[in-house]
């Protein structure tokens, strides 16, 4: 749930890097949806993971505002790959001492996952650069549906009302910001 901090931090950066107007009450309600699901307590908020969670979501949020600057003047198809390809190089030295042979079988599914993935970032990174980021990074919280959705149908399993909660709260300040963020002659018919 951590994660989902990512497009807030998104929206908080466009104000002083990409010069966006965002009212800054809807990034505190989304936050605070955060830390809703998250419930935490000192140690679960100082814990190594926690932290490697946040750095990785700044991380994150940092290449996506950075990338709709870059994004000016480079095609979107060189930004994927020259990220994908530094991600890939630095997961490899990180699992290196772990590495296990990939079998001949596995090698489809790679296949299909390293497409679909390069497609799927070419689509947001797209999205970067033809909308505002605080309009463009709510919409990565349809990630929230699609993780209950798997989670039920692969472990039948539902989150706590907590998560439930939070969920609906960071969901609500990112529709707040889409719908802020229409043009006015646009129609946006709530789901």
């Known amino acids: 749930m ?8 998104i929206t908080m950066l466009s104000v002083p890097m990409l010069k966006e107007i965002v ?11 955060v830390v809703v699901a998250l419930r935490p307590d000192h ?9 490697a969670v946040l750095v990785a979501a700044v991380c994150y949020a ?11 003047t480079e095609p979107s198809a060189t930004l994927v790959f020259w990220t994908t390809g530094a991600m890939a190089l630095g997961g490899s030295v990180l699992s290196a001492t772990h590495w296990v042979e990939v079998l001949p079988a596995h090698w489809p599914v790679l296949l299909g996952l390293a497409v679909s993935g390069f497609l799927g970032q070419l689509a947001i990174t797209e999205a970067f ?3 505002q ?9 349809t990630a929230l549906a699609w993780a209950v959705a798997l989670d039920w149908l692969v472990w039948r399993s539902l989150p ?3 998560t439930l909660a939070g969920g609906a709260i960071i969901i609500a ?14 129609v946006v018919v709530p789901s």
């Open 2 to 9: 951590l994660t989902f901090v990512a497009p807030m931090i």
């Open 23 to 33: 009212p800054p009450l809807a990034i505190a309600v989304g936050l605070c949806g």
């Open 173 to 186: 300040s990112g529709i707040y910001l889409i719908r802020r963020e229409a043009p006015k002659d646009m």
């Open 43 to 51: 140690s679960a908020f100082l814990s190594v993971g926690a932290l």
């Open 160 to 162: 706590d009302a907590y």
């Open 133 to 141: 980021a605080s309009a463009v990074a709510p919409f990565e919280h």
């Open 129 to 131: 650069r033809h909308g």
């Open 62 to 72: 940092l290449s996506n505002v950075v990338g709709r600057t870059i994004s000016r």
